[in-house]
Structures are given as C-alpha cells and as structure tokens.
C-alpha cells in the first residue's frame, strides 16, 4: 500500500472551479473519489491504460481526469461546481496485474489512497 497526497480543495461559490491534484506512483490505474457527510464513497472518474477514461454521470461535461506521467501527478479538473459536489475527495491507485484496468468506479479495486482534499461549494 502506497500512501498518496492530494492538493487543490478549497471552498467555491456555485458555479466556480477547482483543479484537484494527486501526486502518485506509477501505477496505471488511477481515479477520483467523493463522499459527502453521512454518504457512501462514490467514484468520480477513473484513468486507466491508453489514456482511457471513465466518468460517473455527474461528472460528465464537468470534470476532467488528466494526467502528468513526468510528474506522476493526477488532475481532476472541476467546472461549474454546485453544492451538491462538496465533500472530501480522494485520489485512489492499484497496480496492474492483467491487461486492462477496471474501470468500473469501485473503491473495492484500489488499495492505495490519499488522506482526502476538502471541497466547499456554497
């Protein structure tokens, strides 16, 4: 298990944005995680080989998973942010063992995970 760090939480009128970072390791595949108060983990997008992404329907049109391989830096790039998006996000990583990675936005897949960056939209 890998211990990784987020960065980039913040609090936010509705409506603003908010670029969420995570530096990791090399593993391939890699996602985005939420839980608000009182509520289940929930996926929020994923990345996996061949820059393949995957995102719950919340997200779409909004978010943008991205990645910095140099850097072994995660982006999660939030736009239009409403209240209902606040909550502490995780970024989450598992080595690759077969050919492709899950990409299914199950926090049971992942074993490396970040302390969580707070996010305030009001």
């Known amino acids: 298990h890998v211990q990784l760090v987020e960065s980039g939480g913040g609090s936010v009128q509705a409506g603003g944005s908010l670029r969420l970072s995570c530096v990791a390791s090399g593993d391939a595949c890699m996602a985005w995680f939420r839980q608000a108060p009182g509520k289940q983990r929930e996926g929020v997008a994923a990345?996996?080989?061949?820059?393949?992404?995957k995102y719950a329907d919340f997200a779409k049109g909004r978010f943008a998973i991205s990645k910095d391989t140099a850097k072994n830096t995660l982006y999660l790039q939030m736009n239009s942010l409403s209240p209902g998006d606040s909550g502490m996000y995780y970024c989450?990583?598992?080595?690759?063992?077969?050919?492709?990675?899950?990409?299914?936005?199950?926090?049971?897949?992942?074993?490396?995970w970040g302390q969580g960056t707070q996010v305030t939209v009001s």
């Open positions: 990345m996996g080989k061949y820059g393949v992404t």
């Open positions: 989450a990583t598992y080595t690759l063992r077969g050919l492709a990675c899950r990409m299914e936005l199950n926090p049971a897949d992942f074993q490396n």
